[in-house]
């Protein structure tokens, strides 16, 4: 999570510059604050979609934020960037189909999370003698949900114990490197965006 911080002189001199009572200024600084964070999530979900192939784009990784409103009595607006583990299905797979009943299509399950990233074989090498164990695409009639999966060896399951058990492959978490990957342009944009939106709230309350 990112933090940043307004001095409370910049308050004093803008009621002084204005002259305007606090409850008026108090207003302009917290819809200034409230668009700025609205501006920089709207910026690192599109960062986010430009760097992963999460289906759904920008809108999924909008999805996976939430903003925190500053208030006339806390001047503060705060940006969670949700991470949860995502599905490697839910990025780019090829090929994506499931056949029902099958381990594994003859061909390797290919990977990426990572736009312009190369393919990656998804196979889990079993033991030294090189027999390796495919991902394929599975349906999970508890849930209803597919996924890219690996039989674990020599692992069993609990409702087929004959069947080694299955292992889901996840991606990159969905939220993952926004506040981090974009921290320098965000450190860089901040305070001339909040600036900006300042100057855009002050004509709505000076009358």
């Known amino acids: 999570m990112i933090g940043y911080k307004v001095s409370i002189d910049g308050l004093r001199e803008l009621e002084e510059d204005i002259g305007m009572a606090k409850d008026k200024t108090r207003n302009i600084l917290k819809a200034a604050i409230n668009n700025t964070a609205k501006d920089i999530e709207n910026r690192m979900s599109g960062g986010a979609k ?3 192939t999460l289906q759904g784009g920008k809108s999924a990784y909008h ?3 939430e903003i ?3 208030s006339v009595n806390k001047l503060q607006a705060t940006i969670i960037a949700k991470s949860r583990a995502e599905d ?4 780019t797979v090829r090929p994506n189909t499931y056949i029902p009943g099958s381990v594994g299509a003859p061909d390797y399950r290919k990977a990426r999370t990572l736009r312009g990233a190369k393919l990656t074989t998804m196979a889990l090498r079993k033991n030294s003698s090189g027999d390796e164990y495919r991902a394929f695409v599975v349906r999970y009639p508890s849930t209803g949900h597919y996924a ?5 060896p020599g692992s069993h399951m609990k409702s087929k114990p004959w069947k080694e058990a299955l292992k889901s492959l996840y ?3 969905k939220a993952k490197g926004e506040e981090i990957v974009y921290k320098q342009s965000i450190d860089k944009d901040v305070y001339s965006i909040l600036s900006e ?3 855009l709230q002050i004509p709505r309350f000076v009358k």
């Open 50 to 52: 430009k760097r992963y």
């Open 63 to 65: 999805k996976a934020n």
């Open 68 to 70: 925190k409103k500053a």
């Open 88 to 91: 490697t299905l839910n990025f």
């Open 148 to 152: 890219l999966a690996e039989r674990v």
């Open 171 to 173: 991606g990159t978490t």
């Open 197 to 199: 939106q300042i100057r």
